[in-house]
């Protein structure tokens, strides 16, 4: 039962980081006026190299939407071993 309540909270405090970056970059991306790559959302997320003197109009928040995402599939993880554990056991 433990390890379902750390599965279950490392999974939501993923998902929470996560859906965060995601909520604050798609709202940033309203106001950026030069990008690289196809999406502005990624970018504003992510970023890009600084060229010259140009600004990059950026958050810079790739480092923690890997770790929000990693934090989210360990969750998973461990929900899916303990659901997995009860179906063996029960049979």
């Known amino acids: 039962?433990?390890?379902?309540?750390?599965g279950g909270f490392i999974m939501l405090g993923g998902l929470l980081v996560t859906l965060t970056i995601i909520l604050a970059g798609s709202i940033y991306a309203t106001n950026i006026t030069e990008w690289s790559g196809k999406s502005k959302l990624w970018h504003a997320i992510f970023g890009a190299e600084?060229?010259?003197?140009?600004?990059?109009?950026?958050?810079?928040?790739?480092?923690?939407?890997?770790i929000g995402v990693l934090l989210t599939i360990l969750g998973l993880i461990i929900l899916g071993q303990e659901y997995y554990k009860t179906f063996k056991d029960k049979a």
């Open 50 to 66: 600084q060229y010259g003197s140009e600004v990059v109009q950026s958050l810079f928040l790739g480092f923690p939407f890997i």
């Open 1 to 6: 039962m433990k390890r379902i309540v750390i």
